[in-house]
């Protein structure tokens, strides 16, 4: 398997900036798609935004278009979440997560495609 590790959380007021970074460890000659989650209290994991392998391609859930995006450095094999304009409805326990194999692009929201899971991180968003 993989281990993953995020990193860069923090608390921020509203309006300002983040850039978490998720290191990848192991087998890390398997390693496709990669994603962020987040979880708020009482709430479920939901999709954030997901990276293919070459870095190609980016999708993200609604509610943060404009204002997050991702990268990756494969030669770190490290992937990055830059959170702009952070809302306190952002403050959650944020994860990345790793396709360790190839699989459909439509399917990056799901929690259920992903292979390996980091510890979190968390985000806190003051007003």
């Known amino acids: 398997q993989v281990q993953l590790v995020e990193s860069g959380g923090g608390l921020v007021q509203a309006g300002g900036s983040l850039r978490l970074s998720c290191a990848v460890s192991?087998?890390?000659?398997?390693?496709?798609?990669m994603g962020w989650f987040r979880q708020a209290p009482g709430k479920e994991r939901e999709f954030v935004g997901a990276i293919t392998r070459s870095g190609d391609r980016t999708d993200f859930t609604d509610s943060v278009k404009g204002r997050f995006t991702i990268s990756r450095d494969n030669a770190k094999n490290t992937v990055y979440l830059q959170m702009n304009s952070l809302k306190p409805e952002d403050t959650a326990l944020y994860y990345c997560?790793?396709?360790?194999?190839?699989?459909?692009?439509?399917?990056?929201?799901?929690?259920?495609?992903?292979?390996?899971w980091g510890q979190g991180t968390q985000v806190t968003v003051s007003s």
């Open positions: 997560a790793v396709q360790r194999t190839a699989r459909s692009w439509y399917n990056i929201w799901s929690r259920n495609e992903y292979d390996a």
């Open positions: 192991g087998r890390t000659f398997s390693i496709y798609t």
